[in-house]
C-alpha cells in the first residue's frame, strides 16, 4: 500500500520569510498525482497545489510551489512570502492515476505557524 | 463557485445510537469519498464511490458503516450502532474524474457520548 510521510510534526516561520514543508511517500506506481492541502482552524480541507507524476516540470501556484523529485519520492511545499493566513495544517496527499477511485492517502500533516 | 456541503456540522448522538450524515457532492462529479479525521490525528480513508457502488474501502470501514447514494444529489453515510472512538471529523469529498484533486465539504464533527 501507499505511505505518505511528513516528518516535520509543526513548522514555524516569520511573516514574509520563506518555509519549506517535506513530504516523502512509497509507492510501486508510475502514474499518480500528488498534492498539498491546507486545513485551517475551521477544518476545512482546501487545496493548495496539485502535481503530475508523469511531469518533470515542478507546479507552482503563485506564492506555493513544489520541489518534486520522483526518484527520490520528496515532494516538499514552498511557501514564499509567508503571510498570517498561511497558518494553518498542511496535509500532503497521493492518489493513484490508474485506479479508478483510488483513494487519497494523506500524510500526518505539519502544522505550520506564522509568527507576526 | 460550486462546493461540497455536508449535513449537519456538529451532531452530538448516545452510544448505540445510528446517525446518518449527509452530503451533496458537487453536480458533475463521478466519484464520492468519506474520510474521518480523529482531534489531532491524520486524516482517515473510509470508502470511495464510483458508478453507483463501493470502489474501495478501508479496514475501518466495516459492518457498522454504510454509504447510499439515494437519489441523484445526495451521498450518505450511515452509522448503525455508533462508538465512543466514532467521535471525528467526516469529511465527504468529491471529484470529477480519476486525474483531478479532491473538493472536501466543510466536514461534520460528530461526537458520540
Known amino acids: 500500500a501507499q505511505t505518505v510521510t511528513q516528518s516535520q510534526p509543526e513548522m514555524s516561520v516569520q511573516e514574509a520569510e520563506t518555509v519549506t514543508l517535506s513530504c516523502t511517500y512509497d509507492?510501486?506506481?508510475?502514474?499518480?498525482?500528488l498534492f498539498w492541502y491546507k486545513q485551517p482552524p475551521s477544518r476545512q480541507m482546501i487545496l493548495v497545489i496539485r502535481?503530475?507524476?508523469?511531469?518533470?516540470q515542478n507546479a507552482t501556484e503563485n506564492r506555493f510551489s513544489v520541489n518534486f523529485q520522483k526518484a527520490a519520492k520528496s515532494f516538499s511545499l514552498k511557501i514564499s512570502d509567508s503571510q498570517l493566513g498561511d497558518a494553518a495544517m498542511y496535509f500532503c496527499?497521493?492518489?493513484?492515476?490508474?485506479?479508478?477511485?483510488?483513494?487519497?492517502?494523506f500524510g500526518t500533516g505539519t502544522s505550520l505557524t506564522v509568527i507576526p | 463557485e460550486p462546493e461540497v456541503t455536508q449535513t449537519p456540522s456538529h451532531q452530538v448522538t448516545q452510544m448505540g445510537q445510528e446517525v446518518i450524515l449527509r452530503c451533496v457532492p458537487i453536480?458533475?462529479?463521478?466519484?464520492f469519498y468519506w474520510y474521518r479525521q480523529i482531534l489531532g490525528q491524520k486524516v482517515e480513508f473510509l470508502v470511495s464511490?464510483?458508478?453507483?457502488?463501493?470502489?474501495?474501502k478501508s479496514e475501518i470501514f466495516d459492518d457498522q458503516f454504510s454509504v447510499e447514494r439515494p437519489d441523484g444529489s445526495n451521498f450518505t453515510l450511515k452509522i448503525r450502532s455508533t462508538k465512543l472512538e466514532d467521535s471525528a471529523m467526516y469529511f465527504c469529498?468529491?471529484?470529477?474524474?480519476?486525474?483531478?484533486?479532491?473538493?472536501f465539504g466543510q466536514g461534520t464533527r460528530l461526537t458520540v457520548v
Open positions: 453536480s458533475n462529479h463521478l466519484y
Open positions: 509507492t510501486s506506481e508510475s502514474d499518480y498525482y
Open positions: 464511490f464510483y458508478n453507483n457502488e463501493i470502489s474501495e
Open positions: 469529498a468529491s471529484n470529477w474524474g480519476i486525474n483531478t484533486e479532491a473538493f
Open positions: 496527499a497521493y492518489r493513484s492515476a490508474t485506479r479508478f477511485g483510488s483513494q487519497f492517502y
Open positions: 502535481q503530475e507524476a508523469y511531469k518533470q
